[in-house]
């Protein structure tokens, strides 16, 4: 559960459908059409009516900015040059700062001609949320940061009592008190749509309404239970430059289908060391040990179960790394930490069941691939846990160290890697 | 009123919100070692029952309240000013607002993942505006070591004695992370004299306290000597503390040491276990974070390997000044073993005082004397094989099935007019219920009504023992003046053969190796029908007499074996079974029928009292 990026085409369809309810004179329809890869621009077309009347702008909706400096935006083309450059970009490799990834979706909506730029923003922070606002949005409102008014929001009084018009720059003139109510009306529908961050930047006047052009929004994916009906159909696509392997999907959907925690980054699928640690904090302490101990370009994943799963979900979490470990051999040998501080009230031996199953399961591979085991972990039935890993150690012919809580978490570490280095 | 920088002492007291009960036993048990005067909890609320739940308290029972919302809890127990919110991320919000709303309720504990930020936030702020203190959520709670525990917090009780939190040492602990809460008390628990408290306050982005609420009250609380802080990468809470230890706000040594420091050779991508665990900004790095407690003068360890050493030099200094006194170790105390625990691990052992030896539920399939029942529907056993498995504990042949099969066919019914039938129609026209009814009518099988099977068996094979012949054995009975068990019937006769004694004998004529006793029995027969016509051989005898046939034969059974059934009285249960079928059939047919209450006619009782005379009393 965290804050998750959404797709511009989401954000603003959030917008056209909900903001009324806050703001009676918001008129934005929210044209907007998505294009994936496997959209059919015909039948596109034919549910979109507009696309072949209207001038439109075409760019990439996957969770990165400054398009338009990378020179991916398509500004007041007709439906076929729209066409064609969806053709020529879609699949693309580009470069995105440090992150290199390819072009997947697309958003298309009407071409809206404007000089006025106007930026708005909300974030929040443990008090409350703030607003930002400035006449000089677009690219320059990061240079122009001294014009942005900042408009504090309690978390518990509301944006009722603030004073947002005597505040707003005098240039507005007769817009203050359609900007005043717009303000007001998106920290409601932001609010009330478990938004964590929103940025409108810019938006302009159109006909003498509102129009939202470019917009960066984040939600809060813990809010899913109370926002399924305003969420219906909404996606939390990955990162920029970030595709889930088979394997993190797998894991992802697990997690998915449980109370229990399940998490599985892969980041050097060829990496040495493997980790398998139980929790969200003893995880990270891990992953901070292997770097610290120079063996970062080794670590081959991040992740964590926690939580109590059962003993098929740690079967399927274990089967699933001990399959990626095992599929390239590399004459050094490889490690396998089974980590963890000592629990509270996870039940180790049966955690450790799963795991055991898995490791059986996988004895020739393990074999083959020269893999060394080290477990170090604690807690309710910690003993039994433990014994269950030893005994299977001399059955499986394959090491295993194991250590309980008299033993420093992270030592396993060491032990592990020391092996490595020669 | 104990002052505002201690949440629990070993006089608080608490509620716990959810039907947890293995966490209402750990903090009963936890109560128990620390040797409390009383129970910390006041009472369970759990919204879908009022009433009251059992729990241990060392080694005896206590009953501790149940109800069904937090202002009747609050109410009754005005002296609880804790709650442990084990609520659903769906219920969280609610019920900590109602509970704050409770005047008397000032810290709450909330347990549940995955609470929307602006909820906590408000949870948060609300508590702060009435100096209220939120823990939580997404945490395991937190303790005051001798005196509290939220919840799981600590684990099991082995780990809470080899941490030593059953009596207060000197060291104030608080993280992020519930999970790395019981691995500090370890830690801490080698390098000094123990965790005076330690508090998760919980990994999402907006705790209900904030790590630094948590330190201020240690450096306030004059007990707590030396702080202990273990922080996260993402956020700015680490900050808040730094710029504490600047203003010399915090005077307490503190040993602080921020996870994540693997992040900058990570893809920025990667979100850690925790929501509030990734670095927006560089200062919201791990290694900034920990320059930035370094340079502010806390003692940081080079890594998290170096967090022990750095509570030890620490420790060992205050010691050294005399700011610290040796600890006097008291006696570590005893929790009696959870009795299925114990069981489990071989380290007890119980006589049991009840045995089984037919059937066995307590595998993945039910066995019938050992075997599986999906074997025994596989292999076709039928009514009379399982009769086999669970009275004789044999696989008997088939064409002993089969007999017990035609036994329990043939005695099913036999009309409504016999006694058993009739009293469960009589019962079932009352008004009683299947099952009542079907046992008045069971309640009348005895020696007179199809309850002489086995004292046929016993008598004939008695007989058939002593070497009697037909009429020595006829003559013997009659001079014992008993009327020949299986022999007999109200209206049956010679002319009128009882077709059901027929067909069993031709069964088993035709299957049994042999029935020798039955032609005897038969013998038996032609002396009593010459004297009377309908001293026939009846189905209860038929019955009785062929089984020990049967059982002679079949090769099945010792002879020790066969005597037991005679003995034991398995042999009525053939009749008691079958008959049962005809019963629950004229049961229901009379409720069916809807048929009214009987009332025996008054013309066909012979009304005859007897005289003042007669029940006068001679004085």
Known sequence: ?422 | MSPNYVLFDRNTKAFVYGYQTNAIQRMLDFDYICNRPDPSISAIINPSRAGIHKAFWGSKEIIIPMYRSISLAAKAYPEADVMVNFASHRSAFDTTMEALAEENIRVVAVIAEGVPERQSRIMSATAKKQGKIIIGPATVGGMTAGAFRIGNTAGTIENIIASKLYRPGCVGFVSKSGGMLNEAFNIISRNSDGVYEGVAIGGDRYPGSTMLDHILRYEENPAIKMIACLGELGGEDEYRIISALKEGKIKKPLVAWVTGTCSPVLPASVQFGHAGAKADTHKETAQAKNDAFSEAGAYVPTSFDGYGDSVRQVYETLLSQGVVLPLIEPEAPKIPADYSKALASGDIRKPTTFICTISDDSGEEVLYAGKKLSAVMDEKMGIGGVIGLLWFKKELPDYAAGFIELVLQIVADHGPAVSGAHNAIVASCAGKDLISSLCSGLLTIGPRFGGAIDDAAREFKHAKEADLTPEQFVSDMKRKGINIPGIGHKIKSVKNPDKRVQLLISYARANFPSTELLNYALLVEELTTAKKGNLILNVDGCIGILFLDLMTSCGAFSKAEIDEVVRLGYLNGLFALGRSIGLIGHILDQKRLGSRLYRHPAEDIAYIMPSPEDIKCKR
Not at chain 1, 11 to 32: H, I, M, T, V, W
Not at chain 1, 230 to 257: H, Q, V, Y
């Open chain 1, 1 to 422: 559960m965290a804050q998750r990026g959404i797709r511009e085409y989401d954000a603003k369809r959030l917008l056209a459908g909900f903001l009324p309810q806050y703001l009676n004179e918001f008129s934005y329809k929210g044209d907007l059409a998505l294009v994936g890869p496997e959209t059919d621009l015909e039948e596109l077309a034919s549910t979109h009516p507009w696309l072949k009347t209207a001038r439109l702008v075409v760019k990439p909706d996957q969770l990165f900015g400054k398009r338009g400096k990378h020179g991916l935006v398509l500004l007041d083309a007709d439906w076929d040059r729209a066409k064609k450059f969806l053709q020529e970009k879609m699949g693309a490799l580009v470069a995105v700062g440090d992150i290199t990834g390819r072009l997947s979706h697309f958003l298309i909506e009407p071409f809206i001609p404007h000089i006025e730029e106007l930026y708005v923003a909300i974030s929040s922070n443990s008090d409350g949320d703030n607003i930002f606002f400035s006449m000089q949005g677009g690219v320059f409102v990061e240079e122009n940061w001294d014009k942005v008014v900042r408009f504090h929001v309690d978390v518990l009084a509301g944006i009722d009592g603030v004073d947002i018009k005597s505040r707003l720059p005098k240039d507005l003139g007769e817009k203050s008190t359609a900007v005043d109510n717009f303000i007001k009306a998106l920290w409601r529908f932001y609010a009330e749509t478990g938004f964590s961050y929103l940025e409108i930047n810019p938006f302009t006047f159109h006909n003498g309404s509102i129009v939202p052009l470019d917009m960066v929004a984040k939600l809060d994916d813990a809010e899913e239970y109370w926002q399924r009906k305003r969420w219906s159909g909404l996606a939390f696509p990955e990162p920029f430059g970030r595709s889930l392997s088979k394997e993190e999907l797998f894991i992802k959907d697990l997690d998915s289908k449980t109370g229990a925690s399940l998490k599985l980054t892969i980041l050097n699928p060829e990496g040495r060391v493997w980790t398998m640690v139980a929790g969200g904090g003893a995880s990270v302490i891990y992953a901070d040990t292997i770097c610290d101990l120079g063996f970062a370009k080794e670590m081959a994943n991040y992740g964590e179960y926690s939580g109590d799963p059962n003993t098929e979900e740690t079967y399927y979490y274990t089967r699933t790394i001990l399959d990626l470990m095992t599929r390239h051999i590399d004459p050094r040998g490889k490690m396998l930490l089974i980590g963890g501080a000592i629990a509270n009230f996870t039940d180790v031996a049966k955690t450790f069941k799963g795991v055991v199953v898995a490791l059986e399961e996988y004895q020739q591979k393990l074999q083959d691939a020269g893999v060394k085991i080290y477990v170090r972990r604690g807690g309710p039935n910690y003993e039994q846990g433990l014994k269950l890993m030893r005994s299977l150690g001399r059955r499986l012919g394959v090491p295993i160290e194991v250590y309980g809580p008299e033993t420093h978490m992270t030592r396993i570490v060491p032990l592990a890697l020391d092996g490595a280095s020669t």
